[in-house]
């Protein structure tokens, strides 16, 4: 910390300056954002030393820094950021932004009556035809635990349940994941609305009978007596020869074929929604203080849609479902390694379970490995 030196001469007082790497401790931000933030002129520093290039600032720009911070996190543009900044008036920033706001609401409205008519004319009146061929038989082997990071319960879940993980199971065409949080019993509560999927031989529509289960298992959570708390859901339906996947949350579906892997879901999270529309940077995400923060789960008062999808399966295909007690311990590139290897769906998922106890465990954890 240094004392600026052009505010020391007679009637002047003293000003502290903060170096950037002492302005990113003050602030929780990133030295790497702030020097974005003043690239994207939203964020000047007070001086900057004309022969180092080193940046300094001053202890009345932290607020400011912090409520850039914050504005990019929600997704507000680089010009209304600069806006409501610049506003001297707090009244008057406050009333930029609810405006903002309410125009994002509106144009939501109206791009959702759009998509809603879209794929009612892309699914048609028949939607997915039933689906005789039963030659694709899946085996699979699932795995969950309480980690070692003080956790005092383990919410984790999957499906197949737990008293059929001694043996593989084989034929199965429902597969879940499901971390809960909060409270005991919510990912429980999600599982067994989803389990009358296992009951059918076939569906007219199995991709509506997925959405309208992960609606039941929503319902069925809401309706649990707790203020706060919840849980994600990942599954996978196979139905004939065609892989449903219904996603909520920031569990994880992988799918490994021809020597590859490839994620089939994306995290529900805030941050993820920015960075994936270029609004925020991995940096940024990394130090942001939402990066946690789920925007879509089963949830009381949370939105609970679930991401659908529908992909042919091969013979040979191998499907991951993992809680983040999972996918955000193990680096991409060593989880990678895990699922590619040659075995059983049990020696896969034995592997995944020591390489998570190999890393510290410090969040519960679940997997499910499905070879077709």
Known sequence: MVVSPATQGPGHERTTMLTIG????????????????????LLAPADVDERTGYRRYTLDQVDRARLVARLRSAGVPLRRIATIVGLDDREAAAAELLSY???????????????????????????????????????????????????????????????????????????????????EG?????????????????????????????????????????????????????????????????????????????????????????????????????????????????????PAAPDLSVRPVLPGDRFVLTTDGVHSVLEPRHLAEVLLTPGTPDDVARAVEEAVLAAGAPDNYGVVVVDV
């Open 101 to 183: 706001w309410r125009q994002v609401e509106a144009d939501t409205a109206s791009a959702r009556q759009v998509v809603a008519t879209l794929v009612s004319q892309m699914r048609g009146h028949d939607t997915m035809q039933p689906t005789t061929s039963t030659t694709l038989r899946p085996t699979a082997r699932s795995a969950h635990r309480a980690g070692q990071g003080g956790r005092s319960l383990d919410l984790d879940r999957v499906y197949p349940r737990e008293h059929r993980i001694a043996a593989q199971v084989t034929g199965q065409r429902l597969f879940a994941v499901a971390d809960g949080y909060g409270y």
């Open 22 to 41: 002492e302005f990113a401790q003050a602030t929780g931000l990133t030295a790497k954002a702030l020097r974005l933030y003043d690239d994207l002129g």
């Open 186 to 302: 919510a990912a429980d509560a999600a599982l067994d609305a989803l389990e009358a999927l296992d009951d059918v031989e076939a569906y007219a529509d199995p991709l509506g009978a997925l959405d309208e289960a992960v609606s039941r298992a929503a319902e069925a959570v809401a309706g649990r007596d707790a203020e706060a708390g919840g849980t994600t859901l990942t599954a996978l339906l196979l139905s004939g020869d065609r892989a449903l996947v219904a996603h909520v949350g920031d569990s994880r579906a992988y799918v490994v074929r021809d020597g590859g892997l490839e994620r089939l879901t994306r995290d529900h999270t805030v941050v993820q929604s920015l960075i994936d529309e270029g609004r925020l940077t991995e940096d940024e995400a990394r130090a942001d203080e939402n990066r946690a923060l789920l925007n879509r789960a089963l949830a009381p008062g949370s």
